[in-house]
């Protein structure tokens, strides 16, 4: 039950995407993948989605699942680009639709935006499971950087989504509408309760002071002994002050307006306007 897994990085948003595959029936899975995005032109590429679909057809592999971790607010995904081009499922966690909502008013999103997922093909609830060819796989709710944030587990790797980093970098942020430090908390320990050989590959990583490469995996052992923010016995106490404090410090991510609303709609676009063109909204004073 150990997948192949190969990493796409994408440095201009810090995201890595994987294509894990089972090398028996050579099925595979794409995860987190990212749709290139000019905030200056509004316009789109698919350089970085394409390198995927080069790594597929050059592996001979066969695509059943696109998953998202969760709606992305520093990418656009690139699953609509990939299904029509590779084929899959596209599938996310079942609380989607609180991010709908919730961002669904924000943006003020058009009557016809449906907030109940069905934009996906599959929604997975907290310990459903699937299969990638003979590699059994299950999903957990990891919520606390948003509401219905998942984990993949796949064999013997387990994609985290934004939970927890590379250990020398910490934890992600819990401060979008819907998140919550104490319940990220919560969700690492069950990220931590599997084996601790249990490989473990983060959506993200900013390069921790010190290090000059960047880095995507680790194991849950090096996670739960060493992880600057969650390691080590870290209570749920020092964990929340911790969080939240460094929370108020931090930015808006670059692309949290453009992405959250395409990501939403599972990586389509709001419906064009008289004269054919998309618009993508910029709320004001409203996030």
């Given at each position: 039950?150990?997948?192949?897994v190969?990493?796409?990085?994408?440095?201009?948003?810090?995201?890595?995407?994987y294509?894990?595959?089972?090398?028996?029936t050579?099925?595979?899975?794409?995860?987190d993948?990212v749709l290139?995005?000019?905030?200056?032109?509004?316009?789109?590429?698919?350089?970085?989605?394409?390198?995927?679909?080069?790594?597929?057809?050059?592996?001979?592999?066969?695509?059943?699942?696109?998953?998202?971790?969760?709606?992305h607010?520093?990418?656009?995904?690139?699953?609509?680009?990939?299904?029509?081009?590779?084929?899959?499922?596209?599938?996310?966690?079942?609380?989607?639709?609180?991010?709908?909502?919730?961002?669904?008013?924000?943006?003020?999103?058009?009557?016809?935006?449906?907030?109940?997922g069905?934009?996906f093909?599959?929604?997975?609830?907290?310990?459903?499971?699937f299969?990638?060819?003979?590699?059994?796989?299950?999903?957990?709710?990891?919520?606390g950087?948003?509401?219905?944030?998942?984990?993949?587990v796949?064999?013997?790797?387990?994609?985290?989504?934004?939970t927890?980093?590379?250990?020398?970098?910490?934890?992600?942020?819990c401060d979008?509408?819907g998140?919550d430090a104490?319940t990220?908390?919560?969700?690492?320990?069950?990220?931590?309760?599997?084996p601790d050989?249990?490989?473990?590959?983060?959506?993200?990583d900013?390069?921790?002071?010190g290090?000059?490469?960047?880095?995507?995996?680790?194991?849950?052992a090096?996670?739960?002994?060493?992880?600057?923010?969650v390691?080590?016995?870290?209570?749920?106490e020092d964990?929340?002050?911790?969080?939240?404090?460094?929370?108020?410090?931090?930015?808006?991510?670059?692309?949290?307006?453009?992405?959250?609303?395409?990501?939403?709609?599972?990586?389509?676009?709001?419906?064009p306007?008289?004269?054919?063109?998309?618009y993508?909204?910029?709320?004001?004073?409203?996030?």
């Amino acid at each position: 039950m150990k997948p192949v897994v190969k990493a796409f990085f994408d440095e201009a948003t810090f995201t890595f995407s994987y294509v894990v595959h089972d090398p028996a029936t050579k099925k595979a899975a794409i995860i987190d993948p990212v749709l290139d995005y000019d905030c200056a032109s509004g316009r789109t590429n698919t350089h970085s989605a394409d390198v995927i679909a080069e790594h597929v057809a050059g592996s001979g592999l066969t695509v059943d699942w696109i998953l998202e971790t969760h709606v992305h607010a520093d990418h656009l995904t690139a699953a609509p680009y990939l299904k029509d081009k590779l084929g899959g499922a596209t599938a996310i966690g079942d609380r989607v639709p609180v991010i709908q909502k919730t961002f669904g008013e924000i943006f003020n999103a058009e009557p016809a935006f449906h907030r109940d997922g069905r934009q996906f093909d599959k929604r997975f609830a907290d310990g459903d499971t699937f299969s990638i060819g003979e590699i059994n796989a299950r999903v957990i709710h990891t919520p606390g950087h948003t509401p219905a944030c998942v984990t993949y587990v796949i064999g013997d790797a387990a994609f985290v989504g934004d939970t927890i980093f590379m250990p020398d970098y910490g934890t992600a942020r819990c401060d979008f509408p819907g998140g919550d430090a104490r319940t990220l908390y919560n969700s690492i320990q069950k990220i931590f309760a599997l084996p601790d050989d249990t490989r473990v590959f983060t959506c993200h990583d900013y390069k921790a002071p010190g290090r000059d490469v960047f880095a995507w995996e680790s194991t849950v052992a090096e996670q739960k002994a060493k992880n600057i923010h969650v390691g080590g016995g870290v209570s749920e106490e020092d964990f929340v002050k911790m969080r939240e404090t460094r929370d108020a410090t931090l930015s808006m991510p670059r692309l949290l307006l453009p992405s959250v609303q395409v990501n939403m709609r599972a990586g389509a676009f709001p419906p064009p306007e008289e004269n054919g063109v998309s618009y993508l909204k910029i709320p004001v004073n409203a996030v």
